[in-house]
C-alpha cells in the first residue's frame, strides 16, 4: 500500500505581526476631529456669549452718550437764541427808543435766522413793536398780551418758553419770552422756527442706517433728518419709546431698549431730555445693523470652525500624499507666469481646492493677457482722444483768431483812411465804422470773458424769488426794435407765474435764445413764453428759422460752433450764445432743453423751479438826477508796463479834467507821488507788471506807504482762471480790456464818489 500525503492546514504564528488595516487609522482621525471639534466649539461659543455682552453694552452706552450730547447741542441751540435776546432786554421801555430798538431787533433777526418775528411788551402787556421775516412790522399796536401765560410766566419767572404749534399745519414754531432786569423793562417774545434745529438733528450720525429726531412734551415730531415727516406734524406719542419717556420710566443700565420706529422697523433706541424744553431726544439704530458685528463675529467663528474641521480631515488623511506634488505644480506654474509666460497653463488633476486654486491662476493669467490688450487699446483710446482735444483746441483758437482779425483788420483800414484829407462827413461815418469795429471786438472779448469766467468757476448764483412777467418786458423792450428791423413778429405770452433762479444769469440765458432766434430767423417770428409742468415752469423760445438737424444738436454748445456757412452768411454771430447759455444751466441746476424741425423752425425752453405767488415788491426805478462828475481836478495814478496803454488811459484821463501820475511799476508811481502836495485820490493798476509783480501787490504797497485806504481798481486782458480767481479773493474791481471809455468813466466817477461819501461820513 502507498502511503499517501494528506495537506494540513496551515495554523497562524501568534508572534507574527498581525495587520489591522483602518481601525486604529479611524480611531485617531476620529478622536483628533472631534477635540478638535469640542475645543473650536467651545471657544467660538463663548466668544460668541462676550462678544454679545460686550457688543449690547457698548450700543447701550453709545447710544445714550450721543442721546444726552444731542440733547446738550439742541439745549444750547436754545440758550444761544435766548442769549441773543437777552441784549433786547437791556434798557427799560420808552416810546423814545423805538426806532432803536426796531433797528436792533432788524440787526437780531439778520444775526438769528431761526427768529420769526419778535415783539417788545411794555410792563403791562401791551404790544408796542412788531418785526418780522413774513409780515409787516407792527408799531403801536397796542395789543393786550397781559393774560396770556407766556407772558405772565416771564414777568415771575423771568422768561418762559411757550409750547410747539405748527404755523400753516406745516411748520414747527415756538414762543419764547424774556424779561427785562426790572419790571418797567418789559418782555421780549420773539417766534422762533424749529425747522433750524434740523441742522443740528441731521448732522447726528447714529451708525449707518440710524438716526436721531425730537419730539415736544406731547410726543409731536419736532425736528427729523426728513423734514418731510415734521412739515406733515407726525405724532409719535403712540411709540412705546416716546411712552416711557413721556411717563419717566428709568431703564436699566445694561439693558437697551428695542422698539418700532416711525416705519415700523425694530431699533435699539435710547433718549435724553432737552432741558429746560421739556422734549426728548432719541437716538435710534436698526437692531439689524446694532447686532450686525454680533453677526459677523457668529458668521466668522462658523466659518473657522467649519475650516478647521475640514483641514484636520484633510490633514490626517490627504496631506501627505496630495499636497507636495500639486503645490510644486502650483509654485512652478506661478514663477513661470510671473516671469511673463502669459500664456502657460497649470495642470492639476485632484479634484480638490488645489485643482481650483490652479484653475484660478489659469484663469488669472487670462485675465492678465485680457488686461495687457485692454490697456493697450485703452492706451490708443485715450491718445486718439489727446489728439481730437488738441484739433478741438486748435480749431478754437484758429476761429478765434479769425472772428478777432476781422475787426482788426477793418480797424486798420478805416485808421489809414483817417490819414487821408476828407471831407467831415466822410471822416464821421469812417469814425462810426471805427466805432463798429471796436464794438464787434468788445462783443468777441466780452464773450470770452464770460466763458472764461464760468470755467473758472468764479461765478455764483444768487437765487431770489422772480416774477417772470418783469423778465419778459424786459426781453420785448429790448428785442422789439431788432425784430421789427427784420420785418419779424416778437410775440411775448404773458406770465404771472414767479420763479426761483438767478435775476441776472437768466435774464442772460433768456437774451442770448432770443438773440439767436432774431439773428437766424428771416421771415415769420419770434415767440416768448411759458408752461408749467410738474413744478418747473418751461420758458420757452419759439422761432421759424431754418430748425437744427440731429446730428447738430450737441455741436450747436460749443464754442464757436454756427450753423451754415459762417463766411458768407452775415447773420452768423460769434458762435459762443449757446456755448454760454448751457453752462450758465448748468450753473443754475436749470437744464435746457431743444427741439427742433428743419425748414420749420426750433424751440429752446428753461426749466427753472415755480415758487407760490406772493407779493414780490420790485425796485422802484430811481428817480433822474443830475450825474456829477467827481473826476475834475483829482490826482490820479496809473500803473502799466504797457507803454501805448498807459500812455492812452492817462490822455484820457486828463482829458476829463484829472492829474494824472504814470508808471511802469509801484516803485516808479510812488517816486512820482512825493513830488506831489496832495495824497492821490485814485489807483488804476493792470493786474500783471514787470518783474512778477501784480497789481494787488502795488496797490497794497502803496496804500501802506501813504498810510491812507485810498481807492483803487484793476485792470487786465487776461482771463485766465487763476487771474480771476485772484481779483475776486482780494475785492477790488477788476476790468477787462478793451475798456469802452464810458464803463472806465462810470468806475473812476463811482471809486471817487464812494470816497467823498466816506469822508463826510
Known amino acids: 500500500m502507498r502511503a499517501t500525503a494528506v495537506e494540513r492546514p496551515v495554523k497562524p504564528d501568534p508572534m507574527a505581526p498581525q495587520r489591522v488595516r483602518g481601525r486604529l487609522f479611524r480611531k485617531y482621525v476620529a478622536l483628533f476631529i472631534a477635540v478638535v471639534s469640542i475645543a473650536l466649539a467651545a471657544n467660538g461659543l463663548l466668544d460668541i456669549w462676550f462678544s454679545y455682552r460686550e457688543q449690547s453694552v457698548l450700543l447701550i452706552a453709545t447710544q445714550r452718550e450721543q442721546a444726552r450730547a444731542a440733547a446738550a447741542r439742541i439745549g444750547q441751540f436754545f440758550q444761544e437764541i435766548e442769549r441773543q435776546i437777552g441784549w433786547m432786554t437791556q434798557l427799560p421801555w420808552s416810546a423814545n427808543t423805538v426806532e432803536e430798538w426796531q433797528f436792533d431787533a432788524t440787526r437780531l433777526l439778520r444775526q438769528v435766522p431761526a427768529i420769526t418775528e419778535i415783539a417788545q411788551l411794555d410792563p403791562a402787556g401791551r404790544e408796542q413793536v412788531r418785526v418780522s421775516r413774513v409780515a409787516v412790522d407792527a408799531i403801536g399796536s397796542q395789543t393786550d398780551f397781559s393774560r396770556d401765560p407766556i407772558f405772565v410766566e416771564a414777568m415771575a419767572n423771568k422768561r418762559s418758553h411757550g409750547p410747539v404749534y405748527f404755523r400753516h399745519e406745516s411748520e414747527p414754531y415756538m414762543a419764547m419770552a424774556l424779561a427785562g432786569a426790572r419790571p418797567e423793562y418789559g418782555v421780549v417774545i420773539a417766534e422762533v422756527n424749529l425747522k433750524f434745529i434740523w441742522d443740528v438733528v441731521s448732522e447726528i450720525k447714529v451708525g449707518k442706517r440710524g438716526n436721531a429726531y425730537v419730539v415736544d412734551a406731547g410726543g409731536r415730531l419736532i425736528a427729523h433728518p426728513d423734514i418731510n415727516l415734521v412739515l406733515r406734524n407726525t405724532d409719535l406719542s403712540h411709540l412705546a419709546q416716546v411712552q416711557a419717556a413721556r411717563d419717566a420710566i428709568p431703564a436699566r443700565p445694561d439693558e437697551a431698549q428695542v422698539a418700532d420706529d416711525i416705519q415700523g422697523q425694530r431699533v435699539l433706541t435710547a433718549h435724553a431730555p432737552v432741558t429746560p424744553l421739556g422734549w426728548f431726544l432719541f437716538a435710534e439704530l436698526p437692531v439689524t445693523e446694532a447686532y450686525a458685528p454680533l453677526y459677523d463675529s457668529i458668521q466668522r467663528s462658523a466659518i473657522v470652525i467649519a475650516a478647521a474641521l475640514i483641514l484636520a480631515i484633510l490633514s490626517g488623511i490627504f496631506l501627505a500624499r496630495r499636497m507636495v506634488i500639486p503645490i510644486e505644480a502650483l509654485r512652478d506654474g506661478a514663477a513661470r507666469i510671473g516671469s511673463g509666460e502669459l500664456d502657460r497653463r497649470i495642470t492639476i488633476d485632484t479634484d480638490d481646492e488645489l485643482e481650483a486654486l ?281 500803473i502799466d508796463d504797457d507803454p501805448p496803454a498807459m500812455e492812452a488811459m492817462a490822455g484820457l484821463l486828463r482829458s476829463w479834467g484829472c492829474c494824472v501820475i504814470t508808471g511802469h511799476t509801484g516803485a516808479a508811481a510812488l517816486n512820482e507821488v512825493a513830488e506831489h502836495d496832495q495824497p492821490p485820490d485814485l489807483i488804476i493798476s493792470d493786474f500783471r507788471l514787470s518783474n512778477g509783480q501784480t497789481g494787488i501787490e502795488a496797490i497794497e504797497r502803496m496804500r501802506s506807504e501813504m498810510g491812507i485806504p485810498i481807492p483803487a481798481f484793476l485792470i487786465s486782458g487776461d482771463t485766465h482762471s487763476e487771474l480771476l480767481q485772484s481779483a475776486r479773493a482780494s475785492g477790488y474791481h477788476l476790468l477787462h480790456k478793451p475798456v469802452d471809455p464810458m464803463t472806465l468813466r462810470a468806475m473812476v466817477n463811482q471809486m471817487l464818489k464812494q470816497k467823498l461819501h466816506a469822508g463826510a461820513a
Open 358 to 638: 490652479g484653475h484660478q491662476f489659469n484663469s488669472m493669467a487670462a485675465q492678465l493677457q485680457d488686461s495687457y490688450a485692454t490697456l493697450e487699446r485703452k492706451v490708443e483710446e485715450r491718445t486718439q482722444q489727446l489728439e481730437l482735444a488738441n484739433l478741438a483746441k486748435s480749431r478754437f483758437l484758429a476761429v478765434a483768431s479769425h472772428d478777432l482779425r476781422q475787426p482788426l483788420h477793418a480797424l486798420g483800414l478805416f485808421v489809414a483812411q483817417l490819414r487821408s484829407p476828407m471831407s467831415p462827413a466822410e471822416f464821421s461815418r469812417i469814425i462810426d465804422r471805427v466805432n463798429a469795429s471796436i464794438a464787434a471786438m468788445n462783443e468777441l472779448f466780452n464773450a470770452l470773458l464770460d466763458i472764461s469766467k464760468l470755467d473758472a468757476g468764479v461765478l455764483t448764483p444768487n437765487f431770489t424769488d422772480i416774477p417772470i412777467a418783469e423778465m419778459l418786458a424786459r426781453v420785448e423792450s429790448t428785442f422789439a426794435g431788432p425784430a421789427r428791423e427784420k420785418n419779424l413778429s416778437l410775440r411775448i405770452v404773458p406770465s404771472n407765474a414767479c420763479v426761483r433762479s438767478d435775476f441776472i444769469l437768466l435774464e442772460q440765458i433768456l437774451f442770448n435764445l432770443v438773440s439767436n432766434a432774431v439773428r437766424y430767423t428771416a421771415r415769420g417770428g419770434v415767440v416768448v413764453g411759458c408752461r408749467k409742468r410738474a413744478g418747473q415752469l418751461r420758458i420757452e423760445v419759439w422761432d421759424t428759422g431754418p430748425g437744427i438737424a440731429e446730428d447738430q444738436r450737441q455741436n450747436i454748445f460749443g464754442e464757436f460752433y454756427r450753423l451754415g456757412d459762417s463766411v458768407r452768411d452775415q447773420r452768423a454771430g460769434l458762435g459762443l450764445g449757446l456755448a454760454i447759455v448751457e453752462r450758465l444751466c448748468r450753473l443754475l441746476d436749470q437744464p435746457i432743453d431743444l427741439t427742433s424741425t428743419v425748414g420749420k423752425g426750433s424751440r429752446f425752453s428753461v426749466a427753472a423751479p415755480i415758487i407760490p405767488p406772493r407779493k414780490i415788491i420790485a425796485d422802484r426805478p430811481p428817480s433822474t438826477q443830475i450825474v456829477l462828475d467827481y473826476s475834475r481836478d483829482k490826482l490820479v495814478i496809473v
